[in-house]
């Protein structure tokens, strides 16, 4: 079936706004995974859910950043008071359940202006 | 906490040339699992193997190798003949199976092959 979708793959917005990032899982993975990429570096993780159970958030770097998943499938990951900062690839992964292998998704490109 | 190194920020090698990509990993758990990872210059992370660690054997897929110690906790990815192709970032990630553990991933190999 069809891999981890994102969108959009690019958005560019000015410092201060609010943005949201879709990600749409392979269909029956259960856990799924936020990172983000700053340029020519490492992934960081963000936050991670399984199943119906509360999600890990210990990786957000701050309270303007937030995530849901909606009915174990789609998540939208929320960007509140964008910063400059905040500009990067951030990816979205899947899997069948935790520590099983994770796809990814091609990324959300974002630039804060 | 867990831990991946990746001591090699960048590697460059000429076509045809063996290379291999170090990582070493740092868990107290005994159940954990070791992945590797390619990113090329388009951006998506492509999956190359899953290892877990009661499986030290090793695997070899084409001109892909992978060598597994957990004496030296190091789990190596080595590339026979490399290629062009091959120029990518290499990750190497570990998780724990518990729940609630993210996913660890090592800073990343640049691995450039030239012609």
């Known amino acids: 079936g069809a891999g981890v979708s994102q969108s959009p793959s690019n958005k560019v917005t000015e410092k201060g706004k609010d943005v949201e990032l879709r990600c749409d899982p392979i269909?029956?993975?259960?856990?799924l995974y936020w990172y983000r990429q700053s340029l020519g570096q490492g992934l960081e993780f963000l936050i991670y859910f399984q199943g119906n159970s509360a999600p890990d958030k210990s990786g957000l770097p701050s309270d303007r950043f937030s995530a849901e998943r909606t009915g174990g499938s789609v998540s939208t990951l929320t960007i509140q008071r964008t910063q400059q900062e905040d500009s990067a690839v951030y990816l979205c992964?899947?899997?069948?359940?935790?520590?099983?292998?994770?796809?990814f998704g091609p990324g959300t490109r974002l630039t804060v202006l | 906490a867990q831990k991946v190194t990746q001591a090699q920020t960048e590697i460059s090698v000429v076509e045809k040339e063996d290379v291999t990509l170090d990582c070493v990993y740092e868990?107290?758990?005994?159940?954990?699992?070791l992945f590797w990872y390619k990113q090329p210059p388009s951006g998506e992370l492509v999956f190359l193997i899953r290892r877990n660690s009661f499986d030290e054997q090793n695997e070899i897929s084409g001109r892909y190798s992978w060598n597994f110690q957990k004496s030296t906790s190091s789990f190596n990815f080595t590339i026979t003949a490399s290629q062009v192709v091959d120029s990518a970032v290499y990750f190497c990630a570990l998780t724990v199976r518990n729940y609630g553990q993210n996913f660890v991933f090592g800073p990343g190999t640049r691995l450039s092959v030239l012609p």
């Open positions: 868990t107290r758990d005994t159940t954990y699992y």
């Open positions: 992964a899947s899997s069948l359940s935790v520590a099983d292998t994770q796809y």
């Open positions: 269909s029956g993975h259960t856990a």
